[in-house]
């Protein structure tokens, strides 16, 4: 019997259901930030084109790869991110421009008169508003543009995610030909992509979940270091990173899953003395980073109110909004913030969204959650342009030719003014269609990848891997549609993609 066949069977059963949508109820879903994209059936035959070229690639070298090379060209890749994001950055809108705006104020000494409401409205957004004040703080010690920094750091972000994925197909197949194309195939799907312009919770996460399977790889081959340090060393990204994004718990719950099942199949007295061990430091860090955040909260004056404090069950009712398709819905954001008491909010979340759920019945919600799939997944940009391309402030161009390119590829066209300002958009088309071709490429590959594990036993790596983005599947899935929550596991579908046919038994140390 296969160890992790069931999460196998799974996992292929997700990937067969995101390729179903994708294909067949494509067109049921219009939204306007979705109209650059041409139906998926017309990117499969150059995508498998691309594929084939890969494959052919990926099996010519056999030769080990050399971590020095991996470091000369993600500094490369680095100077080429901070030199598009030097002509083309811009001041954000919406809640990164709100964000923006309260730490200004409060660099100022003052107190931006939305911001009490919004950050009690919005609690995890506490830390992003902290590092933007630090960040704010820097640059006016050096008189230098603090927002620039900001970008900086989310640049540099994107940076370290791509190289700490390429470390880990490193580990996992010491092959130069497939780290080589995991690092092509990163830098193009989360290297290159505008998000690393917009300093948000999405950017500055992308490096957290990676760096949790890249400390468990590492962790597992340290055979003399004490349990609790190697459980601390694996788990502080995770928890203290939910203190900017909830999602990074992701991976920390599939390793959870893991070890439960490991503690099933092995020998139950040995493994609840880990367990025992695991959960202490666990408890721990949590409540370190319950200081870190009460701390965070202190300084920055915020004035914690439960009674506006939206709870999951809003997200969960708004993900059944078939109307929006789960979008962001105005109606269901005002309904929950007109009433100032925690439990009946959450109380009268739960009422509409058992409504919503009896209304559809199973056959609606099946194509509720299609309808969904779509919006999450078809977009291999990732919702730029329905967010991000929000222009708050146009910065005017800072070298008339190189800016000018790059504004035409990056920036969506201005046709509302109200809704984006600025220039450019002339070859926004081919920036989309670029993305779509690398993201329809990933998930095609991830889907090769599970049929792959259909024939052969998976490993405990490509178990979690599985489980990680069968976590982040459920929570866009469950919860509010946006393609911008994948961003955080990118590396992940790159990993996937990447590590489906090479992965070599042979790797020492990583037996549990």
């Known amino acids: 019997m296969q160890k992790y066949k069931f999460f196998d069977m799974v996992f292929f059963i997700m990937m067969a259901f995101i390729f179903t949508a994708l294909i067949f109820f494509q067109r049921t879903v ?10 998926i059936a017309c990117y499969l035959l150059p995508c498998l084109l691309l594929l084939y070229l890969w494959r052919r690639f990926m099996v010519k070298s056999c030769a080990s790869a050399n971590l020095g090379h991996l470091r000369l060209a993600c500094l490369l890749a680095l100077l080429l991110q901070v030199f598009i ?48 004040v630090l960040s704010l703080q820097i640059g006016k010690f050096f008189s230098v543009d603090g927002y620039y920094l900001l970008i900086l750091f989310g640049i540099l972000c994107s940076n370290i995610a791509l190289y700490l994925t390429c470390r880990c197909v490193l580990l996992l197949t010491d092959s ?61 990204p995770a928890i203290f990173g939910r203190l900017l994004k909830p999602t990074n718990l992701i991976i920390l719950i599939a390793l959870a899953i893991l070890f439960a099942l490991d503690l099933v199949r092995g020998q139950f007295q040995h493994g609840l003395k880990k367990a025992i061990v695991m959960l202490c430091t666990f408890a ?45 819905s105005q109606t269901d954001d005002e309904l929950s913030t007109s009433i100032y008491d ?35 997944f078809s977009n291999g940009t990732f919702g730029w342009g329905k967010e991000g391309a929000d222009f708050d402030e146009y910065i005017p161009q800072r070298s008339d030719g190189i800016s000018r390119l790059l504004e035409n590829f990056y920036y969506m066209k201005n046709t509302d003014a ?32 599970a049929f792959l594990l259909l024939k052969r036993p998976s490993t405990s790596e490509e178990c979690l891997i599985h489980l990680a983005l069968l976590g982040i599947f459920a929570m866009v899935t469950l919860f509010e549609t946006n393609a911008r929550y994948l961003i955080s596991y990118l590396p992940f579908f790159v990993l996937c993609a ?10 020492v140390g990583f037996q549990n």
């Open 85 to 132: 994001a030097y002509h083309i950055w811009f001041y954000v809108g919406f809640d990164v421009g709100i964000v923006r705006i309260s730490a200004q104020y409060f660099v100022q000494g003052q107190v931006y008169p939305y911001a009490p409401t919004y950050f009690a409205t919005n609690p995890n957004n506490t830390c992003i508003y902290f590092i933007t």
């Open 176 to 236: 130069r030909a497939v780290v080589s194309g995991t690092f092509l195939l990163g830098l193009l799907l989360f290297g290159l992509f505008p998000w690393i312009f917009v300093p948000y919770s999405d950017i500055l996460s992308l490096p957290l979940p990676i760096l949790t399977f890249y400390l468990y790889l590492q962790m597992k081959r340290k055979d003399t270091m004490p349990l609790w340090i190697k459980t601390s060393l694996i788990c502080l």
């Open 30 to 39: 219009e939204l306007p930030y979705l109209k650059e994209i041409a139906p």
């Open 498 to 507: 990447t590590t489906s046919k090479y992965q070599k038994p042979l790797c």
């Open 342 to 376: 925690y439990d009946a909010k959450k109380d009268a979340n739960l009422t509409l969204l058992k409504k919503r759920l009896q209304d559809m019945g199973f056959s609606g919600y099946l194509y509720h959650v299609l309808r969904k799939t779509v919006c999450n």
């Open 418 to 449: 109200d809704y984006v300002i600025g220039t450019g958009g002339k070859y926004f088309t081919y920036y989309v269609q670029l993305a779509q071709i690398v993201w329809i490429c990933t998930l095609l590959l991830c889907f090769y990848h």
């Open 284 to 328: 721990a860090l949590f409540a370190l980073s319950a200081l870190a955040s009460k701390g965070m909260t202190s300084y920055l004056a915020i004035a914690p109110d439960k009674s506006v404090e939206k709870s999951f069950a809003h997200y969960a009712m708004m993900g059944l909004n078939e109307k929006t398709i789960g979008n962001y």
